[in-house]
């Protein structure tokens, strides 16, 4: 993911009205198109109505020039602006859209400055007033980003200076007037203009940092909870709390870690108990089961939750061998000789989120506590599995039968031996 603090640096205020990273300007680029693609067509809609409208106006205000001025209207300006609306229902409008805006911007310029040409007196003072709508239009209305607004104004008004000067004088008082509302359209306009696309970038710029840290607090949600459980904390912040009839839990110890650990420095014994748990924490997400915690050197998972499903036990069970294989493979590459302690139990049992601060999901019941006893009655390097797991698993797993042992608070309790899948 982009880091966007970084990628920015100093660009909360953009001067140049561009974003120094390609990728992030790119983003920009398309994120304002589709944002202002409605607005553009609104836009155009707009300019093509007044068109109309002032076509109205022509015939009151210069009657004997209504012809030809609605030879430019309708024969060139509302033919052009029309053709640029339906194209922007096309794929081709987003790859040049601020062209097809300019392009727009300036076919409404010439119409002004071909009305300017044909008309006198009241009629040609009346007109040229249009500029600074057409100005409006193009830095505020249209969508068009800060530089094109700019440069096909621009334009549009060095052509006003050519045709009031040069083509069609206008008497120097009137000149000197038309330029003063012309410009001071202009400048305010620019300033209205640079501001809007300002307040875009940064509008923009601030949007993706909420987004990312969004982001970043549902991943470290995610790190703690089941994604359906931050859901419905997202939709329902009460407490929650599942009744499950059926799950299976699986605790496993690293035999002969804790009295290890004493010899170790804290960096090694983390970095030790960090790459086998890594490895189970893999194993857990490639069947789908949900790991509650780590304590210590113990590590707890449970299949069948926060989404029930049918064949949690047989999960759970090619986790518990694939956790052996995985241990062992340890034990090949480092200077330590590590057994795993497994127990496995099925039964019903009550999960939720509990506390204010470092809340955590847990399970509670009965079978949490047969199931711890497994794997502390457990046999090196064995996977010990109660009765009703057993009776889950017998048809398609192979079984080594222990037989009856003390439980302590449960007494006498038939267990059995997970040695391996059948076939």
Not at 67 to 92: A, E, N
Not at 213 to 236: A, C, F
Request: aromatic letters at 12%; glycine letters at 6%; a negative charge.
């Amino acid at each position: 993911m982009l880091n966007v603090q970084e990628s920015m640096g100093n660009q909360q205020h953009p001067v140049t009205l561009s974003f120094t990273d390609l990728d992030l300007e790119r983003e920009y680029r398309e994120s304002y198109f589709q944002k202002t693609l409605p607005q553009s067509r609104i836009a155009l809609i707009l300019g093509i109505i007044l068109y109309v409208i002032f076509a109205g106006l022509d015939v009151w205000i210069v009657p004997e020039q209504a012809h030809q001025i609605w030879l430019i209207r309708f024969g060139f300006v509302i033919p052009i602006l029309l053709g640029i609306l339906i194209v922007s229902f096309t794929p081709y409008f987003q790859k040049y859209f601020q062209l097809f805006l300019s392009v727009a911007s300036l076919i409404g310029g010439c119409g002004i400055l071909g009305i300017l040409l044909v008309t006198d007196g009241l009629g040609n003072f009346f007109y040229s007033t249009s500029l600074m709508l057409l100005l409006m239009w193009s830095f505020t209305f249209s969508g068009m980003r800060f530089v094109f607004a700019l440069a096909s104004c621009t334009l549009v008004i060095i052509a006003f200076e050519i045709v009031a000067i040069f083509l069609k004088p206008y008497p120097l008082y009137v000149l000197v007037d038309k330029n003063f509302f012309v410009v001071s359209a202009l400048t305010i306009e620019v300033f209205v203009g640079y501001t809007i696309e300002s307040y875009s970038r940064n509008n923009f710029i601030n949007n993706r940092i909420i987004n990312q840290e969004r982001q970043d607090n549902e991943n470290l949600l995610l790190n703690m909870l089941p994604q359906s459980i931050v859901e419905q904390l997202k939709e329902r912040p009460e407490t929650i709390a599942q009744r499950f009839e059926s799950i299976t839990i699986l605790f496993a110890d690293i035999v002969g870690f804790t009295p290890l650990s004493a010899t170790l420095n804290p960096t090694e014994l983390v970095e030790i108990l960090n790459q086998i748990f890594s490895s189970f924490d893999r194993l857990t997400d490639d069947y789908e089961l949900e790991k509650i915690k780590t304590i210590g050197d113990a590590y707890m998972v449970a299949g069948g939750l926060p989404i029930p499903s049918k064949d949690h036990a047989q999960a759970i069970a090619n986790l518990a061998l694939e956790m052996q294989r995985e241990l062992e493979q340890f034990n090949q590459t480092s200077r330590y000789s590590f057994e795993l302690r497994i127990g496995i139990h099925t039964g019903p049992a009550i999960a939720g989120v509990i506390g204010i601060k470092k809340f955590v999901y847990d399970i509670w019941g009965d079978s949490v506590n047969i199931a711890s006893r497994m794997e502390s009655h457990g046999l090196p390097g064995k996977i010990q599995v109660s009765e009703q797991t057993y009776q889950r698993l017998k048809d398609c797993y192979s079984f080594e039968d222990r037989g009856a042992i003390e439980v302590k608070g449960k007494g006498k309790m038939q267990t059995y031996l997970l040695i391996r899948k059948k076939g």
